[in-house]
C-alpha cells in the first residue's frame, strides 16, 4: 500500500486529521483515527514534524506487520475538543534515494532560500525539503 490514492489520472496524498495542543515549550499532536500515534514537540512546527515522522512510522510498522493502514477520517467529519487546533498530516514516504532536480529559479527567490536555510542552520537542500513539507501540511 502506498500514501496515494490513485483516482484514473489524479494521484491524492493520504492527509490525516490531527489535533495539536498544549503551551509554548510543550505542545502534543494525537490523531484521532490512529490511537496510540503520538508526537511532541517544543514549538508547533517541532510538534507537526515530529507528527510526521510518527505517522511514518506507524506507515512503515503496519505494513511490515502485513495489516493495511487506516482510512483518514475527513477533517469536517473529525471535532476538535476545546483547547485543541484541527489539521492535517501528509504521509510522505522518504525512499532515502537521492534525486538530482535541475531547476530554474528566480534569483530573488533563491536569495530567500540561502538566507533562510543559512539562519536555521540548514542546507539549501535541506530547507527545500523542509519547505515542501510545510506546504504539504497546509495541503498545497
Known sequence: MTQNIKLG???????????????????????????????M?????????????????????TERDGSRLAVPSALEDVAAPSGSTLTSIPLIRLGGK???ANMMLD?????FIDAEATRRKMTRTNFVSWMTRRVAQMGG
Open 107 to 111: 534569483a530573488d527567490v533563491l536569495a
Open 41 to 61: 514537540g517544543d514549538t508547533i512546527d517541532d510538534a507537526i514534524l515530529n507528527a510526521e515522522e510518527a505517522l511514518r512510522d506507524y506507515a512503515l510498522d
Open 9 to 39: 489520472s489524479i494521484i491524492m496524498t493520504l492527509r490525516y486529521p490531527a489535533l495539536i495542543d498544549g503551551e509554548k515549550g510543550a505542545y502534543g499532536v494525537v490523531f484521532p483515527d490512529l490511537d496510540g500515534v503520538v508526537a
Open 98 to 100: 537521492p534525486v538530482r
